[in-house]
């Protein structure tokens, strides 16, 4: 009998599938914190929960893929890590991590839900890819309009078209509130109230945003986002340092609400050094009620503001910064106080008619615009060049210097004016007060266009874009 026994034993041993979701989460339940489990190269389906400690690394082939739609790839006990493996997310996220964590050599196709996901602990993500199902040359489709990252319960009202949590057959739709949406993934990474390193990460294709962040503290550099529709990174408080990273592409599609580059609120502390921002459809970075140090930014090519700093204290553009080829306005000072631009170049503002919340279509060109401010906005060799209205147009209020700023203009653009805005009209009336402008240089046809300027030009009279709000409020998910 012992002999059967033995022999029984090693047929079962013989027949186990090293690449069933119960052998491997087996091995990872009988794992001890600091013991590594090795993946097989084959794929894996299901939901794996990595327990506290213990490492899952993947080799050559090594492949992790949801089973449901509600499932969570992997789940990270605190001190676990996930390494070398490739993940195909198609339920509600790729990896989960609750505490400490580390994620190294992983990349993510995230087809629905959230790629990554981080509460709390010091998590570590290094050489990690998200991508999503948007493309450069898809971002304007109809299917993009109303999308859902999960499955939902929520009930229907009236007049259903399906059943709340049904997923249609394709697995590209599910219903939500009794109507069908497009299934997606909505967020690239999002964290709260956790302490981030980032190397050379890189998020693309999300249809709603590439980072979210509530209350968490980032450190990133290298990689960035790309090809998303709605925000690119949003922050809200915490603090965050970005080190050579990239943010481009970032569109509106056919939502009919802007889309914006980078977004940092709610009292975060920011700071960069080369960070890009750039061919971005609506807006570039804003800073709005926030503090920020960047050093040798780049803002180009993006279709509406490129830089708003706006309700916010505490910032400053410096180093070779520069601020290039967008529409509307280049850099927008509003109701704010100490601010410090120094160093900067706003050049090639291209003129763009925009429908602009109460004061109707205005009609803008500008570099840099101040407006509304609040003490303390410095302008230290600043170079404005080439804008195609206005290079500099400033509401003049007590705090506001300049020294060796140089303002070129061309054809029948002006330099610099200055003035007194009318924030019921969102004008600024020309009004050209004694020594506002000392340390201003003027050259080109400046010289000549601007004594000839009088009356009121549209301008930028609040401290926030209108309907920011919808983006700034997007609700993070719950797992």
Request: glycine letters at 16%; aromatic letters at 4%.
């Amino acid at each position: 009998m012992r002999q059967i026994g033995i022999a029984l034993g090693l047929l079962l041993a013989a027949c186990s599938d090293p690449c069933s979701l119960t052998e491997v989460q087996g091995q990872l339940d009988g794992a001890s914190a600091g013991a590594v489990v090795t993946l097989p190269a084959c794929r894996v389906e299901g939901e794996l929960s990595v327990p506290a400690g213990v490492t899952l690394r993947g080799v050559a082939g090594s492949e992790l893929a949801s089973a449901g739609p509600r499932d969570i790839v992997v789940e990270l006990g605190p001190g676990a890590a996930l390494e070398s493996v490739a993940l195909e997310a198609g339920g509600r996220a790729g990896v989960v991590a609750r505490g400490d964590a580390a994620i190294r050599d992983v990349t993510v196709d995230a087809r629905h839900g959230v790629g990554l996901y981080a509460v709390g602990g010091e998590v570590t993500i290094e050489r990690v890819a998200v991508t999503g199902p948007v493309t450069r040359e898809d971002a304007a489709d109809a299917r993009w309009v109303s999308v859902v990252g999960a499955p939902s319960d929520e009930a229907c009202a009236a007049d259903c078209e399906c059943e709340p949590g049904e997923v249609d057959a394709a697995e590209d739709r599910v219903c939500a509130a009794g109507r069908w949406r497009t299934w997606a993934a909505t967020i690239g990474l999002y964290a709260r109230d956790a302490t981030l390193t980032l190397d050379d990460v890189t998020i693309a294709g999300m249809a709603e945003t590439g980072v979210l962040a509530d209350g968490a503290r980032i450190t990133w550099s290298g990689g960035g986002v790309r090809d998303v529709i709605g925000v690119g990174v949003l922050l809200r408080g915490g603090t965050s340092s970005l080190t050579d990273v990239t943010v481009e592409r970032v569109v509106a599609g056919l939502r009919g609400v802007p889309s914006y580059g980078v977004i940092a609120t709610d009292a975060h502390a920011m700071t960069s050094a080369r960070l890009t921002v750039a061919d971005g459809e609506r807006f570039g970075v804003l800073m709005l009620d926030a503090s920020a140090e960047h050093d040798a930014l780049t803002a180009r090519g993006n279709g509406d503001v490129a830089v708003w700093i706006g309700d916010a204290a505490g910032v400053s553009i410096t180093g070779a910064s520069r601020v290039e080829g967008n529409g509307f306005a280049g850099v927008v000072v509003s109701e704010s106080r100490d601010v410090t631009l120094d160093g900067l170049t706003v050049a090639m503002t291209s003129t763009v008619r925009r429908s602009v919340g109460a004061f109707g279509v205005q009609e803008i060109g500008d570099g840099v615009q101040l407006s509304g401010n609040l003490g303390d906005v410095a302008l230290r060799e600043v170079r404005v060049e080439g804008n195609a209205r206005v290079g500099l147009l400033a509401d003049v209020t007590p705090g506001l210097s300049f020294t060796d700023v140089t303002v070129d203009a061309s054809g029948a653009a002006f330099g610099a004016l200055g003035g007194t805005r009318d924030a019921g009209a969102g004008e600024v009336t020309i009004t050209s007060p004694a020594g506002w402008d000392t340390g201003i240089t003027r050259a080109g046809a400046a010289v000549a266009n601007d004594p000839t300027a009088s009356g009121a030009f549209d301008a930028i009279v609040t401290a926030l874009p209108a309907g920011v709000a919808g983006a700034t409020g997007i609700i993070g998910p719950m797992y």
